[in-house]
């Protein structure tokens, strides 16, 4: 569980999660883009994700397509938010 909630307690990473739970399937190259960010930093971030096993990925030709293991994340992230507005 501490795993867990250290890789969330990026803002990158929320933002990572948050796009991936409205656009469900994306490359690095469309993370790095949408969110103005350096492709290393995007693909370091994915790195923690994964790690954690919020998000996984998937090879298709040269690319690796990344989506949420599991979409009630979004619920670890709006008890989170909650907490933190308190």
Known sequence: MAE????VAHP??????DILIQ?????????????????PEASRQLTTLKNAGIVNCKKEGT?????L??????NLLDCVENCSIK
């Open 23 to 39: 656009k469900d399937e994306m490359t690095v190259t469309e993370i790095h883009s949408l969110l103005n960010i350096p492709q």
């Open 69 to 74: 293991v599991d979409k009630s994340i979004s």
């Open 4 to 7: 867990l909630l250290k890789a």
């Open 63 to 67: 690319a690796r397509i990344y989506f």
């Open 12 to 17: 990158l990473r929320i933002s990572i999660i």
